[in-house]
C-alpha cells in the first residue's frame, strides 16, 4: 500500500486517499507492564508490521505491506461446511457441504459405497488477468487490476468424480493444466511422489487393504532413482581403484554403491545418507555463486531445479559454470565435485569406512513437545 506523503494515516486506493482502520489492542505481559499496539487494516487486509519476518527490508520507503488471505473472511462457513461433511450420506451429499469451506484450501478425499472423489474445497481469489505480478509476489495494492474482485465459484475448483481407473490419489502433487488466474496455484507441493504413487497403483490389476497398507510404508525415493543417473552419467566408471584413504577412493566406494542401489530409504543403509548429501552439496554449488549468502535459505533441494539443469532445459545447464572463475566448468565437474565435499564431511563425522555409515545415524525426526519438552520429569513421556 502506498501512504500519502501528506498524511500517512491514508493510504492510495483506486478512488483516491483513504485512512486506514485503526484499533488498538492491549497485550499483557507477566511480570510486566501490558504492551499497546495499534493494529491497522486496508481494503486489501490487515497492514504488517515491519519485524514481521523482517518484511520491512523488502518494503519500499512510503509504503507498507497488507495481507489479503482467504482465512481472513468475516464470513467463514467452514466449520459449517466441517460438521455438514461428518453428517453426509454419501459422496454426493459431502461434495455440497464442501461449498460452505472457506479455507484453507486443501483436497478432500471421498468415497462410499459405489462412488470416488476428490474435490479441492477451499475459495480461490478471483484476480484480473491483468493483474501484474499474477499474484505471484506483492503487488501495488492502489491499482484496480490487482486487487481481489471476491472469490471464485465453488463449481471453479477442481473436482474429480469416478475416474475410469476407479483410482483417485495425491501428494499434493499439481492436479490440473490451466491459465491464469484459473491456475489455482504456481507452486505446488509435490513432483516426485506421486510418480513413485502410480508405479505402486500400476502395478497389481486389483488394490487390496494389504496393497494400499504397502504403499503407505513404501520408502522408495523416485527422486533418487530419477536423478542419479543424471548427475552421476560421467562419474560411474572412473578407472582402475584408487589407493586407500584418498578422496578419489571414497568417491569410488560411493559410487560402487550408489550404482547397484535401487533407491531404498532405509535407515540400515549408507546409500541414503550419499544421495542426500549429495544432492544438498550440489545444489549449493549450482546457486551460490549468483545468489551468494540467499543460497543458506535453501535448506531443502529442489530435485526439479537439478534435472532441468542436468538435462540443459532451456539452457539451464549455465547454473553449472561458477560465474567468479575463468574457466567454464562442466556439470559433471561440479557434480563430482559435490560428491567429494559432500563425502568429505560425512567421512568427518561418521569415518572413512564409506559401506559402515548408516542413514539413521544423521536422519533423526525429533517431535519434542514445545511446552513439556523442557520439563526433565515429562520429556521421557512428550
Not at 23 to 52: F, Q, Y
Not at 210 to 222: K, W
Not at 339 to 360: I, K, M, Q, T, Y
Amino acid at each position: 500500500e502506498r501512504l500519502n506523503p501528506d498524511n500517512p494515516a491514508e493510504y492510495e486506493t483506486p478512488d483516491g486517499w483513504k485512512r486506514f482502520e485503526e484499533r488498538p489492542s492491549v497485550i499483557v505481559v507477566k511480570d510486566a507492564d501490558p504492551v499497546t499496539i495499534t493494529l491497522r487494516w486496508t481494503e486489501n487486509g490487515p497492514v504488517l508490521p515491519p519485524g514481521h519476518r523482517d518484511i520491512g527490508r523488502v518494503t519500499a520507503p512510503g509504503h507498507v505491506a497488507a495481507l489479503a488471505w482467504t482465512a481472513l473472511d468475516a464470513a467463514d462457513t467452514s466449520m459449517s461446511a466441517g460438521l455438514w461433511l461428518m453428517r453426509s450420506g454419501g459422496v454426493e451429499e459431502a461434495l455440497a457441504a464442501g461449498a460452505l469451506f472457506v479455507a484453507p484450501a486443501q483436497n478432500l478425499m471421498l468415497a462410499d459405497q459405489s462412488r470416488v472423489a476428490m474435490q479441492m474445497i477451499g475459495r480461490m481469489p478471483a484476480r484480473s488477468g491483468a493483474h501484474q505480478t499474477l499474484g505471484r509476489m506483492p503487488a501495488p495494492g492502489w491499482r484496480a487490476e490487482n486487487r481481489w474482485q471476491g472469490s471464485l465459484p465453488y463449481t471453479a475448483n477442481p473436482r474429480f468424480l469416478d475416474p475410469r481407473s476407479g483410482i483417485l490419489g495425491n501428494t499434493n502433487n499439481k492436479t490440473v493444466e490451466r491459465a491464469f488466474p484459473l491456475h489455482v496455484s504456481f507452486l505446488w507441493g509435490d513432483t516426485q511422489r506421486i510418480r513413485r504413487w502410480q508405479a505402486l497403483m500400476g502395478d497389481r490389476e486389483v488394490q487390496t487393504r494389504e496393497s494400499f497398507i504397502e504403499a503407505q510404508l513404501d520408502t522408495v525415493s523416485y527422486t533418487a532413482r530419477s536423478l542419479l543417473p543424471l548427475i552421476g552419467r560421467e562419474l560411474w566408471f572412473s578407472g582402475d581403484p584408487a589407493p586407500q584413504g584418498t578422496a578419489e577412493r571414497r568417491r569410488q566406494d560411493a559410487l560402487a554403491l550408489l550404482a547397484e542401489w535401487n533407491g531404498e530409504m532405509s535407515e540400515h543403509l549408507p546409500e541414503p545418507l550419499i544421495f542426500t548429501a549429495w544432492l544438498r552439496s550440489l545444489q549449493d554449488m549450482l546457486i551460490r555463486d549468483d545468489v551468494g549468502p540467499l543460497a543458506d535459505a535453501f535448506t531443502h533441494p529442489d530435485p526439479v531445479f537439478v534435472e532441468r539443469v542436468f538435462r540443459d532445459t532451456e539452457g539451464a545447464a549455465a547454473w553449472c559454470d561458477i560465474r567468479q572463475t575463468s574457466p567454464v566448468e562442466t556439470c559433471p565437474e561440479i557434480a563430482r565435485r559435490a560428491l567429494d565435499g559432500a563425502l568429505l564431511d560425512l567421512a568427518e563425522r561418521n569415518g572413512d569406512r564409506v559401506e559402515s555409515w548408516r542413514w539413521g545415524d544423521l536422519h533423526e525426526a525429533r517431535h519434542d513437545h514445545p511446552v513439556l519438552g523442557e520439563v526433565p520429569l515429562f520429556a521421557r513421556l512428550v
